[in-house]
Nanobody
C-alpha cells in the first residue's frame, strides 16, 4: 500500500506561482509513475502532468505546457508541480496519483491517490 500526501496549495492571485509537493510512503517509489490531476467544482477530474523515473520522461496536458513543471526526487520520495503564471481557470483540487508497472493510460486509472490540496487563483 502506498500513501500519498499533498501539500503546497493555497489562495493566490492571477499571475502568481505555487509549488505543490507530494510525498509517498513506498520503498519502491522510483518505479512508480506519478501524476498530478485536478478537479474543478462541477467538472470531471483531468490529468495535469505525469512523470516516470527520469526527469525527461514527462507528459503535460495542453493547458499546463509552458506554465507548469513536474519533477521528482526519488531520494526524498517526493514529486513536485511548479505552477507559474496561474490563471483563475487553474482553480481546482489538485491530486497526486501513483501507478505501479505495468502502467496504464497516462490519463487513465492510477493505483493510489492522495487526498488532494486546494488551489484557488483569484482574478
Amino acid at each position: 500500500q502506498v500513501q500519498l500526501v499533498e501539500s503546497g496549495g493555497g489562495l493566490v492571485q492571477a499571475g502568481d506561482s505555487l509549488r505543490l509537493s507530494c510525498t509517498a510512503s513506498a520503498a519502491y517509489f522510483a518505479s512508480l509513475r506519478l501524476a498530478w490531476f485536478r478537479q474543478a467544482a462541477g467538472r470531471k477530474r483531468e490529468i495535469v502532468a505525469a512523470i516516470r523515473f527520469g526527469a525527461t520522461d514527462t507528459y503535460y496536458t495542453d493547458s499546463a505546457k509552458g506554465r507548469f513543471a513536474i519533477s521528482r526526487d526519488n531520494a526524498k520520495n517526493t514529486m513536485y508541480l511548479q505552477m507559474n503564471s496561474l490563471k483563475p481557470e487553474d482553480t481546482a483540487v489538485y491530486y497526486c496519483a501513483a501507478d505501479r508497472p505495468p502502467y496504464g493510460l497516462v490519463d487513465g486509472e492510477y493505483d493510489y491517490w492522495g487526498q488532494g490540496t486546494q488551489v484557488t487563483v483569484s482574478s
